[in-house]
């Protein structure tokens, strides 16, 4: 408890001292950096709401900015998932551990109906039960942690 207490403690001071005026805006110190590197698709965004062109007369009419920047069709048509239909590219193993059963439930949902869905939720399942073995494995050793403590500490009371 008094690791916990420390721990907390040197947070507090951390953030205490680190801490800016609260009515300054945190993020308005980058803001123009972030407006500055989005202009390129900003001028692209207002070329296609503009005239109402499609992705492809985009990158026809201006092919070499597109490329410069990396955009692609397929993005749009993907959505979030990738190309192994993965929810949010995050692997269903990772959903399982992190998320355990609710993450199974996302990426069943998340997926269309096929063996990569079936191989996914299998993936997320296998992440559920490495993290309740993985959480076992902890909570015994503290028990024991605390119990061999415990058994130490009546020793040496029955000494005295």
Known sequence: MRQFTLILAVLFSYF???ATNPT?????SGQSEIQQALAPISSLNDIINNQGLTFEQLALLKADEVTSLGLSA???EEGILDADGAPLNIPGF???FC???IGMLIVYLAMDEGSNRKEQVMNALWGCIAWVVLWSILSFAGLF???DVQIVSDFVHNMA
């Not at 300054?24 to 308005?28: A, C, I, M, T, V």
């Open 94 to 96: 990772v959903w399982g």
């Open 145 to 147: 942690k605390f119990a």
């Open 74 to 76: 397929s993005a749009s």
């Open 16 to 18: 205490s001292a680190t």
């Open 99 to 101: 998320l355990g059963l």
């Open 24 to 28: 300054e805006n945190p993020f308005s």
